[in-house]
């Protein structure tokens, strides 16, 4: 009796099999990447890459792109949904690139859905594209490797280089929300006569709209080291000597940062006016040098002068462009809510408050290694 | 060096090592023999604990009573009958009983102590009405049959041998192993149509009453018309016969069924089997091995954990997969997850199926090369194995990637040493898939739950099943997950509940000490 | 005699005699009971529950309302005293009265049904969001009830093996999130004390709520064994929870910004989803299949409870049949509530007000009255003399 009633169970177990919320993996079409475009009649258009499986499998790999026009990313979804076979499967997307001209207007209404969704991939990638993001998408495949990888690789190479700082969909959210930092994107071109595309350098954003303002990539690294976000390994070149013409090849110096150490103090002046001191110690290693001289310590100091005021420069364009953006990268404002509250009005930070803040920034290098010669 | 792992024990210094427990090999009382014959026979018979294969045979010579004691389980019959019977039977009035018998072995003793140990050690002694001195001749069996060591428990180090299918000889390699007179066989007699002899052994004054009186009443309670092998037994005894786990450790090897009533458990044979139970058997010892204990510390607290693991990879590997590739895919990184679909890609069944199909196919491999004459069985292994697994993935009628997780789950089920259990695991690998191809992860933590809720429910002859884990007895973990050594595991398992919990003397290692 | 034999046997087998059943459970056991019966379906949206209130210090409610919940524990201690053998459906007759006794046992039933109603629902639907999106709920619900009836219907002492191995699900939950703290930001958190006194202790409300279980030691208590029954196991219990609670949100707070985590209901569960490992990521999966063990001692207990209540009222000495009975009713009792968002949410609300009454007004009423009666009874003593 009780045997024919577990056969029953077991039974009536395995005719349920596969209902509800299955999603076989085999079943569905894997996203690898994305893009959101402004149509001309302000619609949206996104593209998508779809990692597929050629028939034979020696062959090597293939990319499907499917892009839609909608009114919402939903609604581009149902379009393209109907124009691929199988499930839409965007759980392991691995990049999402936005074209400037909608980036511009805000950003968070075409990653709400990601936010919403359970099974949406929060560690994806962001970036942002001068002019149309499509066109990279459509690319299908650089150079042998499949568009989606080599984007994803392309920017976590850049945030190995410290060119950009560490960031995917999930980290921008909590940012976006936060009155008190703002944060910057990969910006990335395309070039369509080479079929090329490099990073441009650090799309500014100011709350959830891009400002248009950007930094190039040797200014994002100064902006990494002087948030603190940079610890080690920046790298940078820097023009010396005034040699003359034929020797030119020896002006240049080329060194990565060792040891990176922010000390900040931000003091108020008065009520709603802060002042910020910046003060960066970089331990450096000369990684090229080829004009040898190292081993004479007043040349040596020369040296070192030269890099940090250059540095200082650097920092001092890099803080303003960064003000005129009003884009606090730095979390100044996080500060200020944190630490001094009460000299804050009403404990609110009013809308231009990183525009209004006085940042002084003092560099200090030590050169510590040189590599195995002077 | 582990000095802080016997911290506590080391204040109840004296306690131990003074005292001799009464279950010990020299706590024997120390007594010269007596005049009276009737009262040195009992003091040997109760020494030896009334033991049921205690032999007490008259042999009066010329009027004198006289008593020839021995172990039948320990002593070659042909020997008694041909170097002392016989000489005996034609001794002539005058000449002394000494110089007759014609055994290898011949001593002298007066000292009753010394005999008890002598006739555990397989040696015959003969009391006189006459004389205070007692003679005791060598007369232990030789087996004459091989032994060999048991095919499903095999070991790299230690004893090479396996029971047989006679029970004397059985008891013999018990009683040769431990040489302890404490050591108690009781016979009980089964079966209405055709009878059995069933021996239960356990060490006296070790193994708690209780158990042994539980024991005893589960067997002798038996109404049955045939109980042919412990196998039959087994399922008249243990306490929950549907469960998929079995409660009582079956083995043919002689060194774990010593290991075993050396912790106050029970052994039981029967006669024509060469299967030994043990009661009660927890969980965690159908993981333990003898290998562990004869291999070094850190190889045997290796393979302990190798087998940790490979048990849950035995019950979960292929839930785990179906859960992955038809619910949360997401779980895999991207480029894994793009080898897995590549391989699924041409499979039109669900991995349910696929998973089912395999581990089916699987068994009957496993199973016909158990029936088959061992040349044939290696044909069926590679036919099996390579053919069919090949076949199927050309076929495309299974994936690659469940081939690889069938496979490995296999492997991790033969790991597990004692048969019973892996094939136990195995079953539960089913319900597990199934559960999982309904609700994924979430399925498998569940069925997970419910093999977890049953473990706990579980008792082997009143102890808890699932001990030391739950109930939780964190001294007890010495030898579970990994194997301390030897010297560190001083008390014996809760389980059994032996009289005495503590092993030997606090300090094992006492040449270390001094050199301190 | 030997149907007598045979009787003892079954009862020896069985273990099922409650009355026999006390005085079995060790002190460790007694701690992973609270822990288990603490932690709960509250540890996913407990963040963002006390957020708008207590700001960024909310942390700072969970430890006050540690404290609180320590305090309501010591009545109940000092009440499980004057009765040291018997649990509060025994002695709730003696100490009120019979009728007013009875009421109140009746009513405690009904308190742990409806939050075993509650636990279910909101299990339900946590799930209904992260991983069941089509799953019809009655499924979930049979699936987890039966699974409760499964081992609540077994005497507390295998329980409690089956919750002595199980904390190791609550461990390992934490382990998972502790990763999550590769990016975190503590001024999120800073100043301390921006949300004022006042908010921080309403926040307690939140907390409290999430943090119940500790009640059922009313009935609990006189099962474990007198020598272990200390009050340091409640102690400990209590603190490890709060530890956890305190560590959980002080996580979320640190790694989300203030703006977010009002958006997000279960940001436990968020923060994890992010998370990436070589062999596996999405991380919130694992933590939700450990969680839902967590749910599911949760359900037991208070499951094993009601039905000892039941059985207690109905005096019959096994609760086998009652478990079973009362999972029946209650996936009946599911199956016509509603189920969207905003009725989940207020059913639990008038529940969670309620459980004031329960886990620290009538206690406290009943330790009054006991500890009067001593008073007067000691008066009369001495006047007789």
Known sequence: ???????????????????????????????????????????????????????????????????????????????????????????????????????????????????????????????????????????????????????????????????????SIQTICTHMFDEGKDFGLPLLQFDPKNRAVEIQGLALFDGKKYTENFLTPDQSSIMMLLSGEAKSGTEFTYKVNEENKENWVYNYVSFQVLKAKVKKTISSTSSNDFSVQLGLDLAIEIDEYPKDHLFDEAYAKELKTKIKKQMGEDAEEVISLLQEANSDVFGYGRDLLAYHSKQLQGNKLEKGYFKKLDIQSKIEVTIEQAGVIY | MFNFLKGKTKQKKDTYSKSVKPYQ?????????????????????????????????????????????????????????????????????????????????????????????????????????????????????????????????????????????????????????????????????????????????????????????????????????????????????????????????????????????????????????????????????????????????????FYRLIRVVSFFIAIGLPSFYIAVVSFHYEILPVELLFTVKSSLEPIPIPPILEAIFMAVTLELIREATIRLPSPVAQTIGVVGGLVIGNAVVEANLVSNMMIIVVAITALATFIIPSTEMSTSIRLLGFPLMISSALFGLIGIVFGFSIILIHLCKLNTFGAPYFSPFAPLRLSEFKDTFVRFPTWLLQKRPKDANAKYRTLESNNPREWDEQNE | ??????????????????????????????????????????????????????????????????????????????????????????????????????????????????????????????????????????????????????????????????????????????????????????????????????????????????????????????????????????????????????????????????????????????????LQFKLLDRMDLFFLSLWSVSVLTTLVIYLYSSALGISTILKKAKHKKVTYLIVIMLLIIIYFLPKDMNSINLLAKIISNLSYIFTAGIPFILLLIASLKRLFRKKEALTND
């Open chain 1, 1 to 167: 009796m009780t045997n024919t009633k577990v056969c029953f169970i077991i039974l009536s177990l395995f005719l349920l099999t596969g209902c509800w919320d299955q999603h076989l993996l085999k079943n569905t079409r894997l996203i690898y990447g994305m893009a959101f475009d402004l149509d001309a009649e302000n619609k949206i258009e996104e593209t998508i890459v779809i990692r597929s499986i050629p028939i034979n499998p020696d062959t090597g790999m293939a990319n499907e792109v499917v892009s839609a026009v909608g009114d919402t990313i939903n609604d581009t979804r149902k379009l393209i949904n109907e124009k691929i076979s199988g499930e839409y499967g965007g759980s392991k997307n691995q990049v999402v690139l936005l074209g400037s001209e909608l980036a511009k207007i805000d950003i968070y209404p075409f990653l709400d859905n990601f936010y919403r969704e359970p099974l949406s991939p929060l560690s994806a990638k962001l970036g942002v594209v001068q002019g149309k993001a499509g066109d990279i998408i459509s690319l299908k495949e650089k150079d042998q490797n499949l568009i989606a990888e080599y984007l994803t690789e392309l920017i976590r190479n850049g945030e190995e280089k410290r060119i950009l700082p560490i960031q």
């Open chain 2, 25 to 301: 090999i020299n706590s024997i009382k120390d007594k010269n023999t007596t005049p009276d014959i009737e009262a040195n026979a009992e003091f040997i018979q109760t020494e030896l604990g009334k033991s049921h294969d205690l032999i007490i045979k008259p042999l009066p010579i010329h009027d004198k009573k006289g008593y020839l004691i021995y172990f039948e389980t320990l002593i070659s019959k042909e020997t008694i009958e041909n170097h002392i019977l016989k000489p005996l039977k034609k001794l002539e009035k005058a000449s002394l009983v000494i110089n007759a018998i014609t055994t290898l072995t011949l001593k002298e003793s007066q000292n009753l102590k010394e005999v008890v140990k002598l006739i555990a050690n397989g040696y015959c002694a003969y009391i006189t009405s006459d004389n205070t001195t007692i003679l005791l001749m060598d007369v232990k069996r030789e087996n004459n049959r091989n032994v060999d060591e048991p095919d499903n428990e095999q070991v790299i180090r230690g004893s090479h041998i396996g029971f047989i299918e006679d029970l004397s000889s059985n008891i013999f390699m018990i009683r040769a192993q431990t040489q302890n007179p404490k050591l108690k066989v009781e016979y009980i007699e089964l079966g209405n149509a055709m009878k059995n002899k069933i021996a239960i052994i356990y060490i006296e004054n070790l193994t708690s009453s209780e158990l042994i009186k539980e024991v005893q009443k589960r067997i002798k309670s038996i109404k049955a018309d045939i109980i042919q092998t412990p196998g039959f037994l087994q399922e008249y005894i243990e306490e929950r016969t549907f469960s998929p786990f079995p409660q009582l450790l079956n083995t043919e090897r002689p060194d774990k069924v010593v290991a075993n009533l050396i912790d106050g458990r029970i052994g039981i044979l029967a006669d024509g089997s060469p299967t030994a139970l043990i009661a009660p058997s927890p969980f965690i010892s159908f993981f333990q091995s003898p290998d562990d204990y004869n291999s070094r510390v850190l190889n045997g607290s």
């Open chain 3, 1 to 274: 005699m030997q149907s007598i034999e045979l009787l003892n046997r079954t009862i020896q087998e069985n273990g099922m005699n409650k009355m026999s059943d006390k005085n079995k459970i060790t002190w460790w056991v007694g701690v992973s009971i609270l822990i288990q019966s603490q932690i709960g379906v509250g540890i996913l949206s407990l963040s963002n529950k006390i957020h708008p209130v207590a700001k960024g210090d909310g942390w700072i409610s969970v430890i006050l309302s540690g404290m609180i919940v320590q305090l309501f524990i010591t009545i109940i201690w000092y009440l499980m005293k004057t009765n040291p053998n018997k649990t509060l459906f025994e002695f709730a007759p003696l100490i009120a009265g019979k009728y007013l006794g009875a009421l109140i046992n009746i009513s405690y039933i009904f308190y742990f049904l409806s939050t075993l109603v509650v636990i279910t629902l909101l299990f339900n639907d946590v799930l209904k969001r992260w991983i069941f999106f089509e799953t019809p709920n009655i499924v979930i619900s049979i699936l987890i009830l039966m699974l409760s009836a499964y081992i609540a219907s077994e005497s507390l002492q295998i329980i409690a093996r089956f919750f002595s191995i199980s904390v190791i699900f609550v461990i390992l939950l934490i382990l998972i999130t502790i990763p999550a703290f590769s990016f975190f930001d503590i001024r999120y958190i800073l100043p301390v004390g921006q949300a004022g006194v006042t908010n921080i202790i309403k926040a307690t409300h939140q907390v409290n709520i999430s943090i119940l279980g500790f009640e059922l030691f009313l009935i609990l208590m006189p099962f474990i064994k007198i020598k272990n029954r200390k009050y340091s196991f409640l102690l400990v219990g209590n603190i490890f929870t709060t530890v956890i609670y305190t560590f959980v949100v002080f996580t979320t707070f640190v790694v989300f910004s203030p703006y977010e985590i009002k958006l997000i209901i279960e940001p436990i569960l968020y923060m994890l989803k992010a």
